[in-house]
């Protein structure tokens, strides 16, 4: 008599598709921009770096380049995997860095400025390098939450740590503060340039984007906008 065959287990599910159909069912988005450390669960980084590396060795090899024989090229697909889910895509996965808000007991009601902060992201057209500076302004009230100086930096990087377009980095960065500090007013400027023009396209090695957002006070008081614009300025060039 014949022995019945069991059945074949089937293949775990890949990591990104797990880690997808959790933010399908939430009812989320998950745009090249958006945060998605919650639907990520321990251990599936680590996983789905390994997928992502084996999907960009299919692409080395789609481009014809020998990854085999090649000493070069042997370890680039890992070594770009690694590079984007730790390094410049780093704000996708990744929860909000720990902020101490603090009351602001002096009741400070003074311009204060912010910058420049170094940034670094990455165009989502193409997934070039966007580097920049990015300055910040908040004019406190009495009920604001302060954060301390470092703060600014450390979430500036984890916003921009992603594929952006920076219009929208910017507006994302400033809502963020926003909600954050309560202020009455805030303002976020960046200047930064674009490497899917210097390498590609127009090939134009010197012009910037620069753009802004202004809120609450800075967006009503044409005096306390041209004060911090002026202030800046002076530290651009």
Request: glycine fraction near 6%; hydrophobic fraction near 40%.
């Amino acid at each position: 008599m014949a022995k019945k065959s069991l059945p074949v287990a089937a293949a775990e599910e890949p990591a990104s598709e797990r880690i997808r159909a959790r933010i399908v069912a939430a009812g989320r988005r998950f745009h090249a921009n958006d945060n998605i450390a919650e639907f990520i669960e321990p251990g599936e980084l680590n996983e789905l770096l390994e997928e992502v590396a084996g999907h960009l060795k299919g692409a080395l090899r789609a481009l014809v380049i020998d990854t085999e024989s090649d000493h070069n090229t042997q370890d680039t697909a890992r070594r770009v995997a690694k590079m984007y889910l730790n390094e410049v895509f780093r704000g996708r996965y990744v929860a909000a860095p720990p902020v101490t808000e603090f009351p602001n007991v002096e009741q400070l009601n003074e311009l204060m400025i912010v910058g420049p902060v170094t940034v670094r992201s990455a165009c989502s057209h193409h997934l070039c390098p966007i580097m920049g500076k990015v300055w910040i302004g908040v004019m406190p009230n009495e009920h604001s939450n302060l954060i301390g100086l470092s703060k600014y930096a450390r979430l500036t990087e984890w916003i921009m740590s992603r594929p952006q377009i920076q219009e929208e980095a910017v507006t994302q960065l400033s809502s963020l503060l926003n909600e954050m500090m309560q202020p009455d007013g805030l303002a976020v400027v960046m200047e930064a340039d674009h490497f899917c023009m210097h390498w590609r396209g127009v090939k134009d090695n010197e012009s910037k984007m620069i753009n802004s957002v202004m809120r609450g006070s800075f967006l009503k008081d044409a005096t306390l906008r041209r004060e911090f614009l002026s202030l800046i300025n002076r530290h651009r060039t």
